[in-house]
């Protein structure tokens, strides 16, 4: 049994704030938490209560609950009033971390529209199937993104942009709408929350991203997920909350689940503070600059940040006895990390945690800390309160504990379904259960482990990359006759891409034309690292498929799951 689990046992009792309850949720019965939310809106009146505590910080950038939520509705007001937007419109947000990149979102929420985050290193046809699939009608940008929305072929005229840098003749200043009143928190009509909240961009193995249509439930069962287990995480640390707030740093994108659904949102709910890195390319020691003068006291993020701090020795150069708390997903974490991070922070008294997830499942679907996670660090824990796990045959038939096969999860987190994509919904959604299309065994004591991932996708700094895709884009190339895209092993990103091009016959390439004709086609953390050019065929199973395990070096047989998979947490 896990320590957590008479802790949770209790909070989720009758009477506590994550009591559980039965309900059905898009016609399949399932486990709730009773005293949810029941709109995302109403977490700006919560985060309004919370006073002069500070929300947002980036440099000298610094907004209050109250100051960053009054901004958020008089842009709110400026999206109803001046740009038309009404409860459902899809309305996009294009940016590096900011603090205006979360006064846009919840600008968008407080509108009742739909908030549709694009990945800020799309480039312009990118972002134009985005825009074109998701029904966009509005984007709110940073100045440097400002030009590749233009690009993508989106009116100058439908454009709000924050942040310093040249803007595009014809675009919106946000400074202009911010500099309004503020409209009133019930001034849209509120939405039912089974209905679409966001729609989080997620690659598929099609080569196209699909639209997870995340609902209100959706996004709100995480934070009390994240809610609920923290706390249970720490009382069975021997460290019960104390109501001090914390201090986070904020280094993964806000357009990745982890961080929107897992931060961001619960933040605003709990009065915690979100801290950003100064804008550019994540370097370890200005980052430990800010943990010192921020007094960081948690840090989130990928294994392979966590690694990078404490590979460049940051510990030792800088103050970081703040932080007492660490949690990370998004790629497998090795037990030789887990001690290397209890070693270099020295106050975390074990607060370590990790959790298993994906944006389908609006983040946190499995989880694990504290004296848990010490004792099982190659797990990615067990299922949530309201959150069920089997492991399953292709056809779904459920494997004994100890046995590997494709993880399925359910829960009311679990979104209904793909924006407009109902071939892929009808492969990914089953009775209730998603196919995660990752591979696992659970244990006797319920811990969940898994041993490979979505196939034919790679995880590069926590970045989803999935190999079609970039494959479909070389393909193009008049001298490319076949190519297949791996991931090969990386000190510090955990994986890099690398891709294997058989040249046409009487053609020729080389490395460097490869790459710049994918750099014009894809975003630059998915043009390959590695290269190797060959004339001969790429080796192929007897239906033509081509086989990657050989490829790999790997000629041994795997668990075999379906032909959809999508992006891990």
């Keep these: 049994m896990a320590h957590v689990d008479p802790i949770l046992e209790e909070l989720t009792g009758p009477g506590q704030l994550f009591e559980i309850e039965g309900a059905v949720v898009h016609g399949h019965s399932m486990r709730v938490y009773k005293n949810r939310p029941r709109n995302l809106r109403d977490l700006l009146a919560i985060g309004m209560s919370h006073g002069d505590l500070e929300y947002l910080v980036q440099g000298d950038a610094r907004y209050t609950f109250p100051q960053a939520i009054t901004r958020a509705l008089s842009v709110a007001g400026a999206l109803h009033d001046r740009f038309d937007v009404e409860p459902g419109d899809r309305v996009a947000v294009v940016g590096a971390n900011a603090p205006d990149w979360v006064v846009a979102y919840w600008a968008v929420i407080a509108a009742q529209g739909v908030v549709v985050p694009f990945n800020a290193w799309w480039k312009a046809a990118e972002l134009q199937f985005g825009i074109e699939d998701s029904g966009t009608s509005l984007v709110l940008c940073d100045a440097r993104r400002a030009a590749t929305v233009v690009e993508a072929g989106f009116p100058a005229d439908r454009i709000v942009v924050w942040g310093q840098g040249d803007r595009p003749d014809g675009t919106t200043s946000i400074e202009e709408l911010a500099a309004g009143e503020p409209a009133a928190l019930d001034f849209a009509e509120a939405r039912g929350e089974d209905e ?251 811990f969940v482990y898994i041993t490979d991932r979505a196939k034919d996708m790679v995880i590069r700094g926590g970045e989803n990359i999935y190999c079609v895709e970039v494959e479909s884009a070389l393909e193009a190339h008049p001298a490319v006759a076949e190519v297949a895209v791996i991931g090969v092993p990386h000190p510090e990103l955990g994986e890099e891409l690398k891709a294997i091009v058989v040249v046409a016959p009487g053609a020729s390439t080389s490395e460097s034309e490869l790459q710049a004709f994918a750099r014009e086609r894809l975003a630059d953390y998915k043009v390959p690292a590695f290269w190797e050019m060959r004339t001969e065929a790429l080796p192929r199973n007897p239906a033509g498929k081509v086989l990657k395990a050989p490829l790999r070096g790997d000629h041994s047989g795997v668990f075999s799951v379906g032909d959809e998979s999508d992006s891990a947490l």
């Excluded at 809610?227 to 995480?233: D, F, S």
């Excluded at 708390?325 to 990390?337: N, V």
């Excluded at 399953?392 to 407009?420: H, M, Q, S």
């Design 196 to 446: 679409t909240a966001g729609l989080f961009y997620t690659s598929g193995t099609t080569g196209r991203p699909k639209g997870s249509a995340n609902t209100h439930h959706n996004i709100i069962t995480n934070l009390m997920n994240f809610g609920v287990l923290n706390r249970a995480q720490a009382i069975a640390a021997g460290d019960p909350p104390s109501g001090e707030k914390a201090s986070y740093l904020c280094i993964i994108p806000l357009f990745h689940a982890t961080a929107n659904f897992t931060y961001m949102v619960p933040f605003m709910f709990a009065g915690h503070k979100l801290v950003f890195l100064p804008p550019g390319k994540f370097e370890a020691d200005p980052a430990a600059q800010v943990i010192e003068s921020e007094r960081v006291t948690a840090i989130g993020g990928v294994p392979t940040i966590m690694a990078r701090l404490i590979d460049a020795g940051v510990h030792e150069r800088y103050d970081l006895t703040s932080v007492t708390a660490i949690g990370y997903g998004g790629a497998p974490a090795s037990a030789a990390l887990l001690a290397k991070i209890n070693g270099a922070f020295p106050n975390l008294k074990k607060k370590v945690s990790t959790a298993y997830g994906l944006t389908e499942t609006s983040a946190i679907a499995t989880a694990t800390g504290g004296l848990d996670y010490q004792e099982h660090p190659s797990s990615v824990g067990q299922a949530s309160p309201v959150n069920d796990v089997k492991i399953a045959e292709f056809d779904g038939t459920p494997r004994p504990a100890g046995e590997t096969g494709e993880i399925w999860l359910r829960g009311p987190n679990v979104v209904p379904g793909y924006w407009e994509r109902p071939e892929a919904n009808a492969r990914s959604f089953v009775d209730g259960w998603f196919r995660s299309g990752d591979v696992g065994y659970i244990d006797d004591e319920g």
